[in-house]
């Protein structure tokens, strides 16, 4: 199936930990995405990025950080995780230039307790 | 003022009526637009872009946009059970890259 996929779907985990959620595309797109959607169901862009540029939104803390081993993954790895990192993190894709419709992965539902 | 606004609802319609659901964004100079449907528990799915003034249709979804007035709706004709979920306006504003801003979306409840 050509998709978004992530990996886990559910993470439980204590504060202070690290942990990460993988992501991985096979739409042949060359831009990803992390969002987070928090408990009122906000949705909110995290990062972008291609390979050739990353853009981080100024309001996420420097404790998140995207890691991409190549075009097909994006990974988001979180350090000392808190409560309010309690959410769920969507991953995207899309073929970078004017049309940029994005595709969603099914999402990982985080919880630190 | 939000980026992009959305009516939170719920917006309740008869099975069968016209749903319309309404979006306006800040950003004048933003170039593309969508509608994504979101089931509860599930990720958001695409279902319309537009980027031109006037119309889009794609089956029962018909896309709006005004620039001028920095307005974009989308239209469910004959509205089924099936389409009750949270509709989600996501707006690419200039200089952002290829980042969407969403509204906080709107709930549709269509009842038989």
């Known amino acids: 199936d050509t998709a978004v996929s992530q990996t886990p779907k559910y993470l439980v985990t204590q504060m202070g930990n690290d942990k990460s959620i993988k992501c991985e595309q096979n739409?042949?797109?060359?831009?990803m995405y992390w969002y987070k959607q928090d408990s009122k169901k906000f949705l909110k862009i995290m990062f972008s990025y291609n390979n050739k540029e990353l853009i981080i939104n100024e309001t996420v803390p420097n404790r998140f950080s995207p890691k991409s081993p190549d075009k097909a993954h994006l990974n988001l790895h979180i350090n000392s995780l808190e409560l309010g990192d309690s959410a769920v993190y969507f991953c995207?894709?899309?073929?970078?230039?004017?049309?940029?419709?994005?595709?969603f992965g099914p999402g990982t539902r985080l919880t630190v307790l | 003022q939000k980026e992009v606004e959305q009516n939170s609802g719920p917006l309740s319609v008869p099975e069968g009526a016209i749903a319309s659901l309404n979006c306006t964004y800040s950003d004048r100079v933003s170039q593309s637009f969508f509608w994504y449907r979101q089931y509860s528990g599930k990720s958001p799915e695409l279902i319309m872009s537009i980027y031109s003034n006037g119309d889009k249709e794609d089956g029962r979804f018909t896309a709006q946009l005004n620039k001028a007035s920095q307005y974009v709706s989308l239209l469910i004709r004959d509205s089924q059970p099936s389409d009750s979920a949270t509709y989600l306006c996501?707006?690419?504003?200039?200089?952002?890259?290829?980042?969407?801003?969403f509204g906080g979306g709107t709930r549709l409840m269509v009842k038989p």
């Open positions: 995207a894709s899309s073929r970078s230039g004017t049309i940029n419709e994005q595709f």
């Open positions: 739409l042949g797109h060359d831009t």
């Open positions: 996501a707006v690419n504003p200039y200089n952002a890259g290829n980042m969407l801003t």
